[in-house]
């Protein structure tokens, strides 16, 4: 209605303005100017005729004609530009009468100028006659001939030049161009003096000439100039206009009449229109008020309803122990339970409405402001959160950010987010405890089962002389059974760590059909004792796996182990390595008596037994078939199985298969090559139990070694000084001070930075996680009972790989699994040291030099890029590979040598940049090729 109404306003104002538009004042006003102009164009004219006859001697009304013929032309062009109504061809009239009243005072102009050199000419002429005569009469020739001559010259051309002037005929030119020749021929006849006269004389008669013709031809573009017809156009052209717009004035004023009373019956119908739907109006007012009144009370009764939510929703929450809250997108607290008021003692007007900040403290909000963004942004967020209480202590929590939508025109937004937090510090302690007892467990049982191992080991190798058959079978059931004991103390610890995630793989790429070789060579004395004989089909060739080959080999002696001892005497088990769509399967298949129905759902839980019969006539802890499934899919493979009941069992895993590498270790008898050599190796042992710290003499002796022996940390300290030690074997648990402060203060001696050390340990693992500032710094981790041919192996690669012309590489990088990584590609060619911050990284560079620096960018105290000033100030400065997970190149890209990404890297590929890098620094000008 709005808009009709506009519409219909707008085209009554249009006809009213278009009825206004048409003003004949302006039609009388331009007649008048034109008529005056005409007034003026005929006194210019009149003007012109009298200079021509000399009646006017001066042209200033040629001048006063010409500028107010000008200002009129421009009043008229003026008021055309203001008129909307012009007729056609009015335009272009009044712009050929002004080219025409311009072109005519370019005439006037010219005509003043032409016309005022011949009046002079007219004017001087009879005196410059009277010059010439009065000069002849009064001359000592008067009487002569060629004055008279001269004299009756002069006296035509003055005849005839006046005559001209008056009337300019072609005959009368004719005539004055034939005496001014004849007065030229006489010239010579009169004096100097008489000729000069002459001369201005005969100037004067050339000047009539040519200006009288000039002046005529003015006059002549003067009189035909069709000003007058232009100005009698251009009237015929406004009063065409102004009857034209007479008419038009007129047919917009009819339009403005009809639509007006168009108007007023609309208006009056609109009118009638409304009074009828008065009453409708009223009576859906008072609708609208009834509605109005329900709506209302609906909403009384949602808002009692929400309260009584509201309330119902605090007894509940109120109610449960944990943190539970809401907090809005401008990170304030709207809701929280009663846990929170307890936990830290504040009132509910206390934390609603207050921030996070506030709550939080800004040390502790500063640290999770991550995690609070996170949320924010419509992500889950999960993480643990150490507070004090109001009791002063310290609780952990799990806490639990959940983003909160919102509907409608919020639709997408995130409004907010809800928090869950958990107080786990009970748990944790517990978890604690845990950890702590199992640590206890395994240094006491692991340390003495190190001592009897290793010497049932010896005396089983001859180390005290043939033993009687009676004794060699003792000590065999002795061996065996210190054996199973250990594998079920290893059960338990692998379960705990699986369980607790601290089970470390150090993962690399392996040819599976060797490795599976290996496990049934270890394996054929267990299935000898069981009367059961080993296969292994190798159906796919060189099949390579990205594995642990320890974890590996423990999960397929588990499989191997179940098969054997579920399998009758005289039986086969069959390994099988089969590949198939980039899917290696190795199956392990028995002819047993198969898995029963019901037990085939838990056959993979811990201590899960078909009968419980089994565990005493079978052995075992029911371990095993767990430990190596969470291997397996630690590995990024799965295990599975298919049973017949009295046919046989076939157990399986799979992995993805993996490239192989280029790079190649060591073997174990290169190293005993490179030990063996003359003089023997001396190692220091550093052990508190003087019996465990024998047998590893006695294994050290036969081996290859020479050896001492020190059971405190503080004789370790004083020992090293006093003999050059090849290596050093450590354990960690010393009376006087932890074996990792004593690796630690070593390593700050310039005497034994590099000496070569082997922890020895029944925590050994847990020590390697604990030291993760410099993982490497330790040659070798390993674990009690002491495995007497990884003792000599590791002794023999650490004393080997601090030969001299091995590069020195520092690795700058925060990530303990990547440093350990990078460290083992490159472990044949190059020393590796490390730093796990930027501070750590400059306090190496200005100690040590090293040849090269690997260095990833996103450190925990800032960017790597940062420690390139630091480098480049050294003499001479190390080259740089930056090897980091960002793919973003800085623009300080060209001052390091290479740029490696983690994620698009293989191990070859990092292994022959670092090669290549070295061969074209310092370093490769004075040492044999790398890359070669």
């Known amino acids: 209605m709005a808009v009709v109404t506009a519409v219909l306003l707008s085209i009554l104002v249009f006809l009213y303005a278009k009825t206004q538009s048409f003003d004949e004042s302006h039609y009388f006003e331009d007649i008048a100017v034109l008529r005056h102009l005409k007034q003026l164009d005929a006194q210019w004219e009149l003007d012109v005729l009298k200079s021509r006859i000399g009646i006017n001697t001066h042209y200033d009304a040629l001048a006063d004609n010409q500028g107010e013929m000008a200002r009129l032309m421009e009043q008229l062009q003026s008021d055309k530009d203001a008129h909307q109504h012009d007729a056609p061809g009015r335009a272009d009239k009044l712009t050929a009468l002004q080219r025409a009243v311009q072109d005519k005072a ?114 002549a573009g003067i009189s035909v100039a069709p000003t007058g017809k232009l100005l009698d156009d251009a009237s015929d052209a406004l009063t065409v206009e102004q009857q034209q717009a007479g008419v038009e004035g007129e047919r917009y004023g009819r339009y403005l009449l009809i639509f007006s009373a168009v108007l007023v019956a609309l208006l009056l119908y609109a009118a009638v229109d409304l009074l009828r739907s008065h009453s409708t109006i009223r009576r859906v007012n008072e609708e609208l008020q009834g509605a109005n009144e329900t709506l209302e009370q609906r909403v009384r009764e949602r808002t009692l309803a929400l309260h009584a939510s509201e309330t119902q929703l605090h007894l509940i929450t109120d109610t449960v122990p944990a943190l539970i809250a809401y907090i809005d997108a401008d990170q304030r607290f709207q809701f929280h339970n009663l846990a929170y008021e307890e936990r830290f003692g504040l009132k509910r007007e206390q934390i609603h409405g207050k921030t996070m900040r506030q709550m939080m403290g800004h040390e502790l909000y500063e640290k999770e402001r991550g995690k609070i963004q996170e949320a924010l942004a419509g992500y889950a967020a999960e993480y643990d959160r150490t507070q004090e209480a109001a009791d002063g202590q310290l609780h952990d929590y799990v806490m639990q950010y959940f983003p909160r939508y919102g509907e409608g025109e919020d639709e997408g937004k995130v409004l907010g987010f809800y928090s869950l937090g958990t107080d786990v510090t009970a748990l944790k302690r517990v978890d604690r405890m845990k950890s702590e007892f199992v640590s206890t467990v395994s240094h006491e049982l692991r340390t003495p089962l190190t001592s009897i191992r290793g010497s049932l080991g010896l005396i089983v190798g001859g180390v005290a002389g043939e033993l009687p058959p009676m004794a060699k079978n003792l000590v065999g059931i002795a061996t065996s059974n210190c054996e199973r004991l250990i594998r079920l103390i290893n059960d338990i610890l ?70 054997v001892k579920f399998s009758p005497a005289d039986s086969f088990v069959y390994i099988r390595l089969l590949c198939s769509n980039r899917r290696v399967r190795v199956e392990v298949a028995d002819s047993g008596p198969g898995i029963p129905e019901e037990f085939r759902k838990r056959i993979f839980q811990k201590f899960s037994q078909a009968d419980t019969s089994d565990t005493r006539q079978k052995g075992g802890t029911g371990l095993g078939l767990n430990i190596s499934r969470a291997i397996v899919e630690r590995m990024g ?53 003087p019996d465990i710290a024998h047998l590893i003499k006695l294994m050290l002796d036969k081996g290859g070694f020479d050896s001492d022996m020190v059971y405190r940390a503080a004789q370790a300290m004083e020992q090293v000084v006093k003999r050059p030690y090849a290596a050093m074997t450590v354990d960690l648990g010393l009376p006087d001070l932890d074996g990792i402060s004593l690796i630690r203060k070593l390593r700050l001696e310039e005497r034994t930075r590099e000496l070569p050390i082997v922890v020895v340990s029944a925590n050994a693992e ?114 740089v590979v930056v090897f980091s997970a960002s793919d973003a190149v800085a623009l300080d890209s060209d001052r390091v040598e290479a740029v490696l990404v983690k994620a698009h890297t293989s191990n070859d590929q990092l292994l022959r940049t670092l090669q290549r890098v070295l061969d074209e620094s310092l370093w490769g000008t004075v040492h044999p090729p790398l890359s070669v």
């Open 766 to 879: 847990a020590g390697e996680l604990e030291f993760n500032n410099q993982p490497l710094a330790v040659s070798t981790w390993l674990e009690k009972p002491i495995d007497e041919n990884k003792l000599i192996l590791s002794l023999q690669r650490a004393i080997a790989n601090m030969a001299e012309g091995r590069p020195r590489i520092l690795h700058v990088e925060d990530d303990l699994d990547i440093q350990r990584i990078a460290a083992t590609i490159a472990q044949d060619f190059a020393t590796f040291e490390f730093a796990a911050s930027l501070r750590e990284a400059r306090e190496q560079l200005g100690k040590h030099h090293y040849d090269l620096v690997l260095l990833d960018l996103t450190l925990k105290d800032g960017s790597g890029w940062e420690l390139l000033d630091t480098i480049e100030d050294l003499n001479p400065a190390p080259p």
């Open 106 to 219: 370019l005439l006037i102009e010219q005509f003043k100028s032409h016309n005022s050199v011949l009046r002079n000419s007219l004017a001087f002429l009879p005196t410059a006659a009277e010059d010439v005569q009065q000069s002849l009469g009064t001359g000592r020739g008067a009487a002569q001939p060629a004055f008279q001559l001269i004299s009756a010259g002069v006296s035509r051309l003055l005849l005839a030049s006046m005559l001209y002037s008056q009337s300019p005929t072609g005959e009368k030119g004719t005539e004055i161009h034939d005496e001014l020749n004849r007065l030229d021929g006489t010239l010579h006849l009169a004096p100097p003096g008489i000729r000069d006269r002459l001369g201005i004389f005969r100037a004067h008669v050339q000047a009539i000439l040519r200006e009288q013709k000039i002046v005529n031809e003015l006059l």
């Open 494 to 563: 692998d379960s705990e760590k699986i369980e607790s995630g601290k089970m470390r793989f150090d993962m690399q790429v392996t040819e599976l059909a060797p490795l599976l070789a290996q496990v049934l060579v270890a394996n054929e004395g267990f299935a000898d004792q069981h009367k059961v004989k080993l296969a292994l089909d190798v159906q796919a060739e060189g099949v390579m796996v990205s594995v642990d080959s320890d974890r590996l080999t423990q999960a397929a002696t588990n499989l191997i182990s179940n098969a």
């Open 637 to 689: 493979g799965s295990v599975g199985f298919t049973s017949q009941t009295g046919v046989g069992t076939v157990f399986y895993f799979e992995l993805p298969e993996a490239t192989a590498l280029p790079v190649e270790e060591a073997s174990v008898d290169e190293g005993k090559t490179r030990a063996g050599s003359p003089p023997r190796p001396l190692i220091l042992v550093c052990e508190d139990d």
